[in-house]
């Protein structure tokens, strides 16, 4: 299982590197995706697919090309697989055959990024990932985390951040750091209340790129 640059492709390992030219067969999340990053480093394997929509029929030819002896690496489209990302079906399936070893290469994470300019947060945080689409639950969910205490982190989209940011404005008070496509060219950092942060992105032609939002509850909301 080996994680990938969520952005710049200079975040990638040697092990990493080393593991995608060595193994006989690269599965991945979009082979198109892939293909740029192997192609930067001059990697030239055969590619097979294995995402969201076809991963547990996937997850059996991986197991077929394993038990014929080739050695399999995994990679989702950006950071590592099964963090918000396919990748833990497979492993359930490979693990449940008990065969195989299973073995991770750690590396870039969007999440874990994002903590480390956040400053003090605190000694536990909860990393969320996406919320729900709908409302109801996506601020049922909020109101759960906000009574937990502890930071917490969720992903969203560009077109649905203003409305998870007013949910988070609804439901507690708190200060939030947000990085708005970590690591690429336009990256962003972005620190205030939520509604600060609303009123920044608002106030812009478009909203681009991927957001990372780390949540820090106010004493008054941590109960």
């Known amino acids: ?44 394997k055969r590619l097979i697919a294995c995402h969201a929509h076809n991963e547990e029929e996937s997850a059996k030819g991986i197991l077929n090309l394993l038990d014929s002896g080739l050695s399999v690496a995994y990679c989702s489209d950006a950071g590592t697989p099964g963090v918000s990302d396919p990748g833990a079906r497979l492993v359930e399936y490979i693990r449940q055959s008990g065969r195989h070893s299973i073995i991770p290469i750690p590396g870039a994470s969007a999440f ?3 903590v480390s300019v956040a400053g003090n947060i ?60 970590l690591t690429k060219a336009h990256e962003e950092i972005i ?8 009123a920044s992105l608002s106030s812009r032609d478009a909203i681009k790129g991927e957001f990372a939002i780390l949540v820090i509850p106010d004493e008054d909301d941590k109960r």
């Open 1 to 44: 299982m080996v994680a990938t640059p969520i952005g710049n492709l200079e975040d990638i390992t040697y092990r990493a590197v080393r593991v995608l030219g060595e193994v006989d067969v690269i599965a991945c999340e979009d082979t198109r995706h892939t293909s740029q990053l192997l192609s930067r480093y001059s990697i030239h």
């Open 112 to 114: 874990v990024s994002l």
């Open 122 to 181: 605190g000694k536990a945080f909860t990393f969320e990932g996406f919320l729900s689409p709908k409302q109801g639950r996506r601020k049922e969910r909020l109101s759960e985390l906000f009574a937990a205490g502890d930071a917490f982190v969720v992903y969203e989209s560009p077109f649905r951040v203003l409305k998870t940011l007013g949910d988070i404005a609804e439901v507690g008070s708190s200060r939030l750091v947000v990085g708005r496509e």
């Open 191 to 198: 620190t205030g209340s939520a509604e600060d942060v609303i």
